[in-house]
């Protein structure tokens, strides 16, 4: 999905509608991943009921909305699941899901395989139990690959397994590559945000500068591997990768969360990026006019970064990873590849961060069973 | 491979959005996302099916001259599935 800096222009002025919506359909979850973007683990009991969700779905295909990304929360959790995939693909808008594989047994492994236009990512943080386990907890990587032995038993076609790139994990990408060839899947890394749980860790997981020059280096040579246009401030080492390269917040981006709240992207669950609610009058109405969507869509103000070469490239990098780290919005990226991103963290104004407002973590310990 | 002297339409498979720019085209098959980025490709794309051939569409919507920038387009998009043979 390559696009010319003309529609990159345009792309940041907003779009009708988002590309990319992701919807956590529960704060529900029974991993308790150390890096957890939405702070997951409880289900919050205003959670849309099954009527409110189908109503945001029929507005999602109103608004021509091609595509949902769904997650949670572990999405299958939610006992209307399968009702709600079924409504929204009826519908042609497709479904797009990220599991953690749990709940994926022969019988679900075949339902899914039988449904049109569902596609999805079974969640590992590395390439075996010990490193994986260690961010997902004891037991996920092999209900993970079980999932996955189920889905490549059902015939389910090419699912994606999904992996945030951490400091532990980064020297494993062509074992990773390895393993999505063995099961026919594509391979999709993400980047490690300090958003939810991960504030407290991403100091100590994030990867090394030298770690990112690596995966910068490996991306290139493989544009088929997904990033979800996750690592663009890498895209200042040379060459763009493949993708939008840019901030899509409040522009092609959005979340909707599991009590209808619409934040400018699935990284900043933030009341300061809150832009309402689909229960006052709808996702559109919300999309179209809220402040802060229309605030995000102006011109933007390259701070900082104005004065460097490369700012086209990385266009100052990532808002999320700004805001959790204490960065003003206008400062460089804190993992900007030239460094400059490690001085505004040294000169951070803000001494305590930013945490994520709705917190659902569990406090008790969580245990797979086998599948 | 595109014969812009056949006729063409938009693949059954795929839904068009408009943007300021032009439009959004998904093929729900392959799931691919491409960018139609101007409102004159977008008019010839979904005028297509009223013509007999490919090069008619262009020449009702397009200026001579950019005739080979517009069967390009289209060459582009055939490849991708979003228009397709009838």
Redesign the interface.
């Known amino acids: 999905?390559g696009?010319?800096s003309s529609?990159r222009n345009?792309f940041e002025?907003g779009?009708?509608?988002p590309?990319c919506l992701t919807w956590e359909l529960t704060y529900a979850c029974n991993l308790a991943c150390t890096h957890c973007l939405s702070s997951s683990g409880r289900r919050d009991p205003r959670e849309l009921t099954t009527d409110e969700a189908k109503r945001l779905i029929d507005e999602i295909a109103a608004m021509?909305i091609?595509?949902v990304n769904v997650g949670g929360g572990e999405p299958m959790i939610r006992r209307d699941f399968f009702e709600l995939v079924e409504h929204a693909v009826a519908q042609?808008v497709?479904v797009k899901f990220s599991t953690n594989g749990t709940r994926i047994d022969r019988v679900a492994a075949r339902r899914l395989a039988s449904t049109d236009?569902l596609?999805l990512q079974v969640s590992i943080d590395g390439a075996d139990a010990d490193t994986s386990d260690k961010i997902r907890g004891a037991g996920s990587y092999a209900a993970a690959r079980r999932a996955m032995d189920h889905l490549k038993a059902a015939d389910f076609g090419p699912f994606k397994i999904s992996v945030v790139m951490t400091r532990d994990n980064v020297d494993q990408l062509d074992d990773l590559e390895t393993l999505a060839e063995a099961y026919g899947a594509q391979l999709r890394l993400t980047r490690l945000r300090p958003s939810g749980r991960a504030v407290e860790l991403w100091e100590e997981l994030r990867p090394t500068r030298l770690q990112n020059r690596e995966l910068y280096d490996w991306l290139v040579q493989r544009p088929h591997v997904l990033t979800g246009d996750s690592f663009f401030h890498l895209s200042a080492f040379g060459e763009p990768l493949d993708g939008l390269n840019l901030c899509g917040a409040g522009r092609v981006v959005c979340l909707i969360d599991p009590v209808g709240d619409v934040y400018a992207c699935p990284f900043v669950i933030h009341e300061q990026f809150k832009a309402g609610n689909v229960r006052d009058a709808g996702f559109q109405k919300v999309w179209r006019d809220s402040a802060l969507f229309r605030s995000l869509r102006e011109p933007g103000n390259p701070g900082a970064c104005g004065s460097c070469g490369s700012y086209d490239a990385c266009r100052g990098g990532c808002m999320a990873a700004k805001f959790f780290t204490g960065l003003e919005l206008s400062d460089p990226d804190p993992e900007c590849v030239f460094g400059h991103g490690e001085t505004a963290l040294e000169a951070r104004r803000v001494a305590l961060r930013p945490r994520s407002s709705p917190d659902h973590s569990r406090r008790v310990p969580v245990i797979i069973s086998a599948r | 491979m595109f014969d812009p002297s056949q006729a063409w339409s938009l693949s059954p498979e795929v839904?068009l959005?408009?943007?300021?720019?032009g439009a959004?085209a998904?093929h729900?098959g392959t799931?691919r996302?491409v960018?139609l980025?101007s409102a004159k490709l977008v008019e010839v794309v979904t005028c297509l099916d009223r013509f007999e051939s490919a090069d008619a569409a262009i020449d009702a919507v397009v200026d001579e001259r950019d005739h080979p920038r517009y069967v390009a387009a289209l060459a582009a998009l055939a490849a991708s599935g979003i228009i397709s043979g009838r």
């Open positions: 999905m696009a010319d529609l345009r002025r779009l009708n509608a590309i021509q091609f595509y042609k497709g236009y596609d | 839904s959005r408009d943007e300021s720019f959004l998904y729900h799931r996302l960018f980025k």
